[in-house]
């Protein structure tokens, strides 16, 4: 089932059931229950990003190593990052998947440039990472993951309480329509670990007592229990743009009018990157999203990349520029659950050897890079790139390229910021980005031949078409100090 499908599917069924009243503990949970459904089918897609590096053939004694190592590792992230109760005006809640080595420290291009940008307003400012903690962060970080599995096992010890009366209509439907068991157990554990967390952010935002709360993707589990928190404390949660949103995005479009006042673990705000997205937000959720509670706030990262200047981007660039020593690049950006070996192989084997290829892994996939890459080189019998592509800086990768190719991802969007055209091997692809593929920025591949002869196009007048294409996409960066005053109106 297609991501557009699924998601009409569920605005459905919302529409023509009682949702919002459907309570757990005193809040309402079908936020939850509607991502958690969307989530899990996608991630039932034919799985691509196997593990080949042994996985569970590995035996007992190394993984019980490894259990101990990691807990390890995020006690010394506490002990070493600063404490997540600190007094901010504005607190962040991201995961350290995202960081990007920029220079001598890791970044976290989604939330790092607005930090910044706020303390250079005078605003306290807070980072709170999920995930094993990754050195040399910028300072302002606090790594909270080990106190979040502590409070995981404490809840794993609390008994279970009778399934909720709205459960059956839930299960039953989803049978029906979905073709998917929704089993009990695992919906009541996703709702638990919400309640759990609030109760850890709660205590932690009752102690920092910001203005905002900001996370970087609103659905998680994690994030929806801080959203709870922030909102039993009357702090305002936003949601931060960290990738494509659009009309056929479960978590983005297809809401109902929320009951009166609100869902508890939705956010009050949604801070976009330009037009485009904030009409679709505005446009595919009638009654539940006003126009007021969309601002366009830009790419902060994306703009420091596309428009130059900042000496931390020299390294990426110069090194880019000697992996490609002048050969034509193309980069493709995989998605974890979207099948692309046949696809991708097949093209790549029809095209010149001396064509570079990057190929970045997305942060949920398990391949090992090193393995991977040669895997592939043996595959196609092409100079293939996984390691610099994974671990170098997209956006560097996106200066250097002349073609992107991907499943649906969002780096399509942020590739016509740098006058890169896209071939989009799925067809969600061709659905979330119809409107780029009418202008001809973005091409649905059809075949191996027209496929072969897009990606062979050199065009100066193509790259300036993705430019002005992305100037409703990307806006330039908002006032962060009009971003925060705009929490009061």
Not at 56 to 85: I, V, Y
Request: charged content about 25%; glycine content about 8%; proline content about 7%.
């Amino acid at each position: 089932m297609l991501r557009e499908e699924l998601t009409a599917k569920l605005s459905d069924f919302e529409s023509k059931q009682p949702v919002g009243d459907w309570l757990w503990h005193g809040w309402r949970v079908w936020p939850v229950v509607r991502t958690r459904l969307a989530l899990a089918l996608h991630a039932n897609a034919p799985p691509e990003s196997r593990s080949v590096s042994g996985g569970e053939s590995n035996g007992w004694f190394a993984r019980r190593l490894a259990t101990r190592l990691q807990r390890l590792h995020r006690f010394a992230g506490e002990k070493l990052t600063r404490r997540p109760d600190r007094r901010s005006d504005v607190v962040f809640l991201s995961t350290t998947r995202r960081n990007q080595r920029v220079g001598r420290e890791l970044l976290n291009p989604v939330v790092d440039p607005w930090a910044e940008a706020l303390a250079g307003t005078g605003a306290r400012t807070s980072v709170w990472d999920l995930g094993d903690p990754r050195w040399p962060s910028i300072p302002g970080h606090a790594s909270i993951q080990r106190a979040m599995d502590f409070e995981r096992r404490a809840m794993g010890a609390a008994s279970p309480g009778p399934t909720p009366d709205w459960f059956e209509r839930l299960a039953s439907w989803a049978t029906d329509n979905l073709e998917a068991d929704v089993g009990g157990p695992e919906v009541e554990r996703d709702l638990r670990v919400v309640e759990h967390s609030a109760r850890l952010f709660g205590e932690w935002l009752g102690r920092a007592e910001p203005r905002a709360l900001v996370l970087d993707c609103w659905y998680g589990r994690e994030a929806m229990g801080a959203t709870l928190a922030a909102h039993r404390l009357g702090i305002p949660a936003v949601d931060l743009q960290h990738g494509i949103q659009g009309s056929g995005h479960p978590a983005y479009a297809g809401w109902s009018p929320p009951p009166a006042g609100g869902y508890e673990v939705f956010p009050d705000r949604f801070w976009v990157w330009g037009e485009w997205d904030a009409e679709s937000l505005i446009q595919s959720n009638p009654g539940a999203i006003a126009p007021e509670d969309v601002s366009v706030a830009g790419h902060r990262w994306l703009s420091s990349w596309r428009d130059g200047g900042d000496p931390r981007h020299t390294d990426a660039i110069e090194r880019i520029a000697r992996l490609t020593d002048g050969r034509r690049a193309v980069l493709v950006t995989l998605q974890a659950g979207v099948p692309y070996r046949e696809t991708l192989l097949s093209l790549i084997r029809q095209m010149p050897r001396d064509w570079t290829w990057f190929l970045r892994l997305h942060g949920r996939m398990r391949d090992e890079p090193q393995q991977l890459e040669a895997e592939l080189r043996r595959a196609c019998d092409r100079e293939v790139d996984v390691v610099n592509a994974t671990r170098l800086p997209l956006h560097a990768l996106m200066r250097a390229c002349a073609w992107h190719v991907t499943g649906f991802s969002t780096c399509a969007l942020e590739a016509l910021a740098f006058g890169v055209p896209t071939l989009l091997f799925n067809p969600s692809g061709e659905h979330a980005f119809r409107r780029f593929v009418e202008q001809q920025v973005m091409w649905p591949h059809q075949s191996i031949t027209a496929s072969q002869s897009l990606l062979g196009r050199d065009d100066p007048h193509l790259a300036a078409a993705c430019r002005r294409a992305a100037r409703r996409v990307f806006a330039d960066p908002a006032s962060p100090h009009l971003l925060l005053e705009g929490l009061s109106s």
